[in-house]
């Protein structure tokens, strides 16, 4: 008896397989059955219904509630909140995302070489991502307080002149946004950076330094195209995470002085939970979700064929 011809009870090894690898998936589906349960019903049900809510005039208590049609998405486009909270989410994003980039990179090549404390000090860097917004916001909101730490030392520097009111007004509090983003932010960077930087061969820097190229030099034509990979998935993460900034804005200025650091996450709370509408807030989440998922892929698709072209 041939191996093809194997059989238990009769039945031919070949036909036994494909019900094998059925059986083998129907157990694999009931395993991934819980998880998916809960997406459904934590992720996808609530995105539906914001959906829904979206083309209604729901306060958020009221089971009553007419549908509206369009009517919430044109009083969007006519509404100069929401367009200024727009403005102010795409300049927090672009300075985030850059400001992080570029001093996580900074960071990465410095601590990529072989100091006495290089460990420790990655280590302190890397410490304030761990920690939740919350607590970096109200730390940071009494830092940057009129009588704060910052204050404080600037009058006894003799800088007197530098004192601000750096929640109060609005130059300032947008800045002061930005630094306790960063502070917490950069050692995420950071340590994807040092991971790019650690998987690019030691042969290829030699050679360029062979060949008679200088630190800068390296830089630009061998570290950074090597490290196109690790910018693509920091780049992309910066983002989405300061796309969604929420947390430092509400604890530090409350989208204040006045509308000055709205951005789409506030006043999507404050129109929704605050004010009751939470159907125009949820008109308002549609169009955001679409803008920020338009704004990545761009991103990531330009992120993309840089990887390739570098490749």
Known sequence: MTPESASLGGRPAQSRAPRRRRAVRRVAWWFLAPALAIYVLVIVYPMLAGIWYAFTDWNGLDPD????GLANFRRLAGDPQAVSSLKMTFVFAIAIALLQNLFGLALALALN???????PLRLLFFMPVVLTPLIISFLWKYIFSTQGPLNTVLAMAGLGAWQLSWLGDPMPAVASIVIATLWQSVGLAMVIYLAGLQSIPAELTEAARLDGAGPWQVLRFVTLPMLAPAMTVTIVNSLITSLKLFDQIYVLTG???????????????KTAFTFAETGYGSAISVVFTFAVAAVVLAALHVLRRREFEHG
């Open 113 to 119: 070489e072989r100091l006495r404390l290089r460990d």
């Open 255 to 269: 989208g204040g002085p006045g509308y000055a650091t709205e951005t789409m996450s506030t006043l999507i709370y």
């Open 65 to 68: 509630y007419r549908f509206v």
